[in-house]
């Protein structure tokens, strides 16, 4: 039932569950906490919200919303402009953006992926910068004091950020704190930062807060994405850019 209502309000609240069915808020939070334990939700203060697909590992994330992340990666392919430097991070849809860009398009990507440096491997027209530093195995990114060392000389016209979680209350998400540190500092190293998000990170939530949705310029997502959370993100400052 907790998943179920999830899935249809997008949040549990267990007070108010608890009223519903005649039960303690304590029978509620263990089962917010066993279902949390499962990776089924996220709890938050007063409940719970719907925990992100993105979580998975690598192998596991190709085969989440392959279409959609293919459109939002054409998307913000078409946006990099002759001549920049940008950044691109790592994940399934980062690459996939790697493979649409310009064949005749010349320009500089910075990226902490090795992923996103071997796809780019065989662009003529592309200089790319890889940041070293500790291989995060979980999303195939390199993190770590030498990394945040190298990210501190860059200045890039833009960052294509992946996040895990996109929600109008709890900002961008990811799975790991020392990830979400490093996307901080990419972003700030960049004229203005773009969010990719997939269909599957839309209202969901993951445990490391990256930043507000207020402190990112663009979103970037699919066609007829859910019209009611597109409202929250623009009231929140973020331009709506669909693929």
């Not at 004091?145 to 895990?164: K, L, N, Q, S, W």
């Not at 996109?166 to 490093?182: K, Q, R, S, W, Y």
């Not at 960049?190 to 930043?211: D, H, N, Q, W, Y």
């Amino acid at each position: 039932m907790i998943l179920s209502l999830l899935r249809r309000d997008g949040r549990v609240i267990a007070k108010a569950l608890s009223q519903e069915l005649g039960l303690s808020e304590d029978t509620i939070r263990r089962d917010l906490r066993d279902l949390a334990a499962e990776g089924l939700l996220q709890r938050v203060h007063g409940g719970a919200l719907p925990t992100s697909l993105a979580m998975a590992d690598m192998r596991e994330r190709w085969r989440v919303a392959p279409d959609s992340k293919d459109a939002v990666a054409r998307a913000a392919a078409k946006m990099v402009l002759p001549g920049q430097v940008v950044i691109l991070d790592g994940g399934t849809t980062a690459v996939r953006m790697a493979r649409y860009l310009p064949s005749n398009l010349r320009a500089t990507v910075v990226t902490h992926s090795p992923s996103v440096a071997v796809e780019l491997g065989a662009h003529e027209g592309i200089s790319v910068e890889l940041i070293g530093g500790r291989l995060f195995k979980h999303s195939v990114v390199t993190v770590g004091a030498t990394a945040m060392e190298m990210i501190a000389r860059i200045r890039a016209d833009a960052f294509y950020m992946g996040v895990t979680g996109v929600h109008p209350e709890m900002g961008l998400t990811t799975g790991d704190g020392e990830e979400a540190t490093i996307k901080r500092a990419l972003s700030r190293q960049a004229a203005e930062t773009i969010v990719l998000a997939s269909r599957e990170k839309l209202g969901a939530v993951s445990p490391f807060l990256v930043m507000g949705l207020g402190e990112a310029d663009s979103l970037v997502i699919e066609p007829g994405a859910p019209g009611e959370p597109l409202t929250a993100y623009r009231a929140a400052g973020l331009a709506i850019i669909e693929g």
